[in-house]
């Protein structure tokens, strides 16, 4: 085994260290030991490898380069909007006046950090076509059921009971799972065979005890719902409320809004169509925009403009749902966003949404002659296509995926929606050039060769990793975090 691949218990001698510090010269009885309770001190001391700073040094860098992230190649994960990170938004994040501030300091010692939330919520707001906004929450689901959460307290505000959430069956999980959560009942509904809203059967699912209709537009099939507005009417007449999904708002930036659509709520995901870095499980941020009548009902403190020009936080009157997040939201995450929004302007987000579409529907009309598109015609910021017809040579879409690792690609999301079988859902973004853009396309349609000619290097697929296919349900589940690998 090589030295840096090892894992750093196994390169731990006894007495090596990474440090080397001074006596201490603090008297015994001030140290911590003496001033913690007896009963609470460990009896044996911690088991910690036992290496040098080289060896430290070089396990980290060597598990930072076995990782994939959007710095290492193209990532076109649908859904997901896994776009360039610029990283002026990092050197901003990072100014000391920003990243060295305390969530207790005096409002008036902590103003250009309040003006810089207090701008981003009305640029959010104006992005989405709302009347105001939250920053608290701290990802996509927590901005669905902070939404949630107004929606059910303006319902129990005007004496209804509500409980019902429709869903099309094209949404993502979370949404669901967010109506659960916040003590809703979820109805699904299907798609018609376009992949729009079918709105017969939205019209049967409605009634006096629908809290709202959550809708993702553009769809996850990457289809714009062409019936908004009548969708939109169809909710308003039944007393229920319109809860948008804007996890991914890389397609309308600048072109359109949901407020326009006819939207009550909205959450975006910093994280993915600001250009916040995401993965691995945060820190993120889902800022819920809200239409005037669900102001009242917002999560506080939020940031305000005083008379005087100064910006304070206000804690907002009785019928606020509250906090839902220590202090104001993931301020760091935020900094990155606002930097975002001021390095393009609006013209330059409209650009941004152009480009997405544009990458989107080049690849997917590159790829239509080798994989089935479901949903042919225009797509949003990204599509769907099946794998099935592969499965004549036995290649399943989760081959293909694996596939790609040993070209270097991260694959696309595979078996979502589940509405597409051997689904596959490809969002390039607007950050990759068009030689990425074809050399992606070259790869897969390769692939398609080796599926019909070879298939088993397909099968067996990937062969270039550190490791091979492994059991995805149980290494997420019970990972093994030491070294048995050999
Ligand atoms: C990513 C995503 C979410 C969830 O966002 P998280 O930050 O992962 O909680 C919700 N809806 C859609 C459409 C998404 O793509």
Known sequence: ?????????????????????????????????????????????????????????????????????????????????????????EDVARFSGLAKIHPYQPEESIQGALELMYTLQNDLSALTGMDAVSLQPAAGAHGEWTGLMMIRAYHESRGETRTKVIVPDSSHGTNPASASAAGLETITIPSTDKGMVDLEALRAAVGSDTAAL?????????????????????????????????????????????????????????????????????????????????????????????????????????????RVKAFYGNFGILVRAYTYIRTYGPNGLREVSENAVLNANYMMHRLAPYFEIPYPGVCKHEFVMSGKNLKQYGVRTLDVAKRLLDFGYHPPTVYFPLTVEECMMIEPTETESKETLDGF??????????????????????????????????????????????
């Open 1 to 89: 085994m090589k030295l840096e691949q090892s894992l750093i218990f196994e390169l731990s001698r006894p007495g090596r260290s990474a440090y080397s510090l001074p006596l201490c010269d603090v008297p015994q009885e001030e140290t911590l030991e003496s001033l913690i309770p007896s009963g609470l001190l460990r009896s044996d001391p911690v088991v910690l490898p036992e290496v040098s700073e080289v060896d430290v040094i070089r396990h980290y860098t060597s598990l930072s380069r076995r990782n994939f992230g959007v710095d290492n190649g193209f990532y076109p994960l649908g859904s997901c909007t896994m776009k360039y990170n610029p990283k002026i938004n």
């Open 214 to 322: 959550m809708l993702t537009n553009p769809s996850t099939l990457g289809l714009f719902e062409t019936q908004i507005v009548e969708i939109a009417e169809i909710v308003h007449e039944a007393g229920g409320l319109l809860y948008y999904d804007g996890a991914n708002s890389n397609a309308i930036m600048g072109i359109t809004r949901p407020g326009d659509m006819g939207f009550d709520v909205v959450h975006l995901n910093l994280h993915k169509t600001m250009s916040t870095p995401h993965g691995g499980g945060g820190p993120g941020a889902g800022p819920v925009g809200v239409k005037s009548i669900l102001i009242p009902f917002l999560p506080q403190p939020t940031v305000v403009k005083n008379e005087d020009n100064s910006f304070s936080l206000d804690f907002g009157g009785p019928e606020s749902i509250g």
């Open 441 to 486: 396309i070259d790869t897969m349609i390769q692939i398609v060769k080796e599926a019909q000619e070879t298939p088993e290097v397909v099968i067996n697929a990937p062969h270039t990793t550190e490791i091979s296919r492994l059991d995805e349900t149980q290494a997420a589940r019970k990972p093994v975090l030491n070294c048995s690998c050999g």
